[in-house]
């Protein structure tokens, strides 16, 4: 199965939207609560880079049997450094943006965490993807 969805930038009206009719949709498949519960929060979290720091963008998503994968891609500035980005605290988001209660550069990092994988492609100036993988069936493996 798969799914796409786009992501619109600076719409705060929007944002959160992408990752909750994931979330809404992985439930409803039965997939077990846990794991709907951290691929909802990986996927917030990278829905909400791109809406803020990636120019708005796409994720979609594909549905197998042993897998969920989500591409979150954009054609924004890109992320010069992605190990810097990765770490905690890090973020480049401006004052507006940090007083509506955004950037507090822990997306990344939360998305390394609740994600099975995480890989990241960015082009300073041509754009971002970053592929989050969650592993069903994890118990049978
Ligand atoms: N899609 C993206 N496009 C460009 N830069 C990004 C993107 N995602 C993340 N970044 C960069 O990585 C930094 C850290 O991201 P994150 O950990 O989510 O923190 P925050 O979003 O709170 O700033 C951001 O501040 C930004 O500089
Ligand atoms: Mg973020």
Do not use: C
């Not at 039965?30 to 880079?49: D, H, P």
């Not at 594909?62 to 994968?69: A, F, I, K, N, W």
């Amino acid at each position: 199965m798969k799914l796409s969805l786009s992501i619109p930038w600076m719409d705060f009206s929007a944002a959160g939207k992408a990752s909750a009719e994931v979330k809404k949709l992985l439930a409803r498949l039965g997939i077990e609560q846990g794991l709907v519960k951290r691929i909802a929060i990986a996927m917030y979290e990278g829905e909400m880079n791109i809406a803020i720091h990636g120019g708005g963008g796409t994720a979609d998503i594909e549905l197998t049997p042993d897998l969920v994968d989500i591409y979150l891609r954009d054609h924004g500035p890109g992320i010069p450094d992605i190990g810097l980005a990765m770490t905690e605290g890090y973020s480049t988001a401006s004052e507006e943006i940090r007083n509506m209660g955004f950037g507090a550069g822990m997306g990344l990092p939360n998305m390394k965490r609740n994600a099975d994988e995480l890989y990241i492609e960015s082009v300073v100036n041509q754009g971002t993807t970053v592929h989050l993988v969650f592993h069903l069936n994890r118990k049978q493996e």
